[in-house]
């Protein structure tokens, strides 16, 4: 499956975002939750025009209006259709947000439009990530600042042990094959913006649930019935005193113009 397709099913033809948050929130270790954590790196200014690529459900917005910045114009945008709705109708009730679909790649505004750009958990998915990063250069303003949340490389460590031993009978997606990464993602920033610091929030799961694993891993995975039994039994085998415990580290780059 192309990476098109990927995103195709994720995100266009079904809402499959929404059953990883829901995994992630209700046995993540660190219960301040991610999202919490990357909207306190934000740097906001009031009257500050901000966009955001691969807004998703948008979520992240959701009961903050009184840290938001005043007077500023934030538009939530998505590649897919479906997310760009779900954030209209979760965040439509308030007027300083704008909704658009947009792909990164082709960001349809002039040079120097916006003091912020965001684009979180996003750059796995581009195809092009050279002109996507282009792009994101050029409409942000002189010192405008871009903020860009990704996993580490041996987050879900123990999932990818296991698609190790079903990877030929299955494709999956791991952290390992990404080329943006904590550890790789300056590499690749570094060309576009002068300034770049990351930031790292530690974390790891606990689930109790097999069914629950079994259905993150099938929420962004095409796997058929029979090696999903093979998944579930070698699940089985990885809970200790009935808990499966799976490395987590996240982060985010802010990059400055």
Same mark, same amino acid.
């Given at each position: ?28 270790? $660190?219960?301040?939750?991610?999202? $919490? /954590? ?14 955001? %690529?691969?807004?998703?459900t948008?979520?992240? /917005? +959701? ?6 910045p ?6 939530? =945008? ?10 209209? @109708?979760?965040?439509?009730? +308030?007027?300083? #947000? =704008?909704?658009?679909? !947009?792909n !990164? @790649? @082709? ?6 439009s ?36 990704t ?16 990877? +030929? ?14 550890e ?7 060309k576009?913006?002068?300034?770049? @610091? ?14 629950? %694993? ?6 962004? +995975?095409?796997? =058929?019935?029979?090696v ?6 070698? !699940? $089985?085998e990885? #809970?200790? $005193? ?9 982060? !985010? ?5």
């Amino acid at each position: 499956m192309t990476k098109q397709a990927d995103v195709e099913r994720l995100y266009v033809k079904s809402d499959t975002l929404t059953t990883r948050m829901d995994f992630h929130a209700k046995y993540s270790v $660190n219960k301040y939750g991610f999202g $919490n /954590w990357t909207f306190d790196q934000y740097n906001f200014k009031d009257g500050m025009r901000i966009l955001e %690529l691969g807004c998703g459900t948008a979520k992240i /917005w +959701n009961n903050r209006d009184e840290r938001l910045p005043k007077d500023a114009e934030i538009i939530l =945008s998505d590649f897919s259709p479906l997310m760009v709705n779900k954030a209209r @109708e979760l965040m439509q009730d +308030n007027p300083t #947000f =704008s909704f658009r679909q !947009i792909n !990164i @790649e @082709e960001i349809p505004y002039g040079d120097d439009s916006f003091d912020m750009v965001i684009a979180n958990h996003v750059f796995h998915h581009v195809q092009d990530k050279s002109k996507a990063l282009s792009e994101i250069r050029r409409v942000l303003m002189p010192d405008g600042r871009f903020y860009s949340t990704t996993m580490g490389k041996d987050t879900l460590k123990e999932l990818t042990d296991i698609f190790h031993k079903l990877e +030929n009978k299955a494709s999956f997606a791991r952290p390992i094959d990404m080329p943006y990464t904590l550890e790789k993602g300056a590499d690749l920033l570094q060309k576009y913006f002068s300034n770049i @610091e990351q930031r790292q929030y530690m974390d790891a799961l606990e689930v109790t649930s097999a069914d629950d %694993l079994v259905e993150y891993v099938t929420s962004y +995975n095409e796997i =058929s019935d029979a090696v999903i039994c093979e998944l579930r039994q070698l !699940i $089985n085998e990885g #809970f200790v $005193n009935d808990v499966f415990k799976i490395q987590k580290t996240q982060g !985010i780059f802010i990059c400055v113009k």
